[in-house]
T-cell receptor, first 114, second 112 residues
């Protein structure tokens, strides 16, 4: 089944404890992206990747890192999480550049930073 | 920044009725997409309409796009209780890093 998977789905952590949220897609998509969803602010892009070893900042990249060593994986890294990073996170993937075809979203990761 | 503004913010209808949601945006776009989200869960892609298209259908869904008014509408016909969800429009523009700009969404409640 074609899908985007994220792990973990739920995570409660403490300030400053490094964490990684994994994202994997099995559709051989070139483009991958991370969003966060917050009440009143909607969905905002954190980082995106046009292809392997090609990543760039979105609208809200502060406090996050990403890497794209393989086509299928695009992990989101929080080196030193803070409470303002408590949010619902979505990974997405798409063929081509991301601005032409539909984007497929993962099930979401609900992160709470205490 | 939010590009898409959706109207209404909330909509409550009876099963079998039609539901119409509207979306407005500010800049020129490559395509506009509609997504559904059930209560804080994942986003499910519903339909994509390109800037050179005016209308598109998929099952019980009908989407229109008016680029001169920078607006789109999503019509769900013969609604079902299972259609209860939040619906978002999202726009994509060339050379913006593939970023989708989402509206705030319309919360649809379909009562049995």
């Amino acid at each position: 089944e074609a899908q985007v998977t994220q792990n973990p789905r739920y995570l409660i952590t403490v300030t400053g404890k490094k964490l990684t949220v994994t994202c994997s897609q099995n559709m051989n998509h070139e483009y991958m992206s991370w969003y966060r969803q917050d009440p009143g602010l909607g969905l905002r892009q954190i980082y995106y990747s046009m292809n392997v070893e090609a990543t760039d900042k979105g609208d809200v990249p502060e406090g996050y890192k990403v890497s794209r060593k393989e086509k299928r994986n695009f992990p989101l890294i929080l080196e030193s999480p803070s409470p303002n990073q408590t949010s619902l996170y979505f990974c997405a993937s798409s063929q081509d550049r991301g601005d032409y075809n539909e984007q497929f979203f993962g099930p979401g990761t609900r992160l709470t930073v205490l | 920044s939010q590009q898409g503004e959706e109207d209404p913010q909330a909509l409550s209808i009876q099963e079998g009725e039609n539901a119409t949601m509207n979306c407005s945006y500010k800049t020129s776009i490559n395509n506009l997409q509609w997504y559904r989200q059930n209560s804080g869960r994942g986003l499910v892609h519903l339909i994509l309409i390109r800037s050179n298209e005016r209308e598109k259908h998929s099952g019980r869904l009908r989407v229109t796009l008016d680029t001169s008014k920078k607006s789109s509408s999503l019509l769900i016909t013969a609604s079902r209780a299972a259609d209860t969800a939040s619906y978002f429009c999202a726009t994509a523009t060339y050379n913006q890093g593939g970023k989708l700009i989402f509206g705030q969404g319309t919360e649809l409640s379909v009562k049995p």
